[in-house]
């Protein structure tokens, strides 16, 4: 099981907009989660103030090294609800970790406004664990490691 990004669309906040004034950490909020037989898309919004989302495929000495901790910068944490309480699967042996590139603000502003979309496939839950009530929680980590709010998705029961 290999979770894939796939469409990545992005809508950049124009120099001639008016100009909103926006944290350097990134801002994330849920918009929609379409759920199919064996993949699920996650469409996130984000802002950033200081227009740092993403990074560039050649980044890959410290801190974005390829086993550091920095080397992804999309967190969808996948929990299962067990006997009540929400469990969060941390040791995954594929993690549901992703490397967003490097989105560059146009104009002079620098604040970076747009949407994420990211298609989890070929499975978007772990099958076998005997557990059927599942949710993700998600965070956005920028190039100055400033980390996002966490949102979480709708619960979603396995196919």
Known sequence: MIPA??????????ACLRVEDFPPEPEISFREMRVYEDSARIIIGFTDGDGDVGLNAGDTLSPYEPDGLHYHNLYFDYLELQNGEWIVYNNLEVPFYYR???????GQNPTLIGELSVLLSPLFYIPGTGHDTCKFEIRLKDRSLHVSNTIETPVFIKP
């Open 100 to 106: 967003i590139p490097r989105v560059e603000p146009t």
């Open 5 to 14: 990004l796939s469409v990545f669309g992005i809508v950049l906040l124009s």
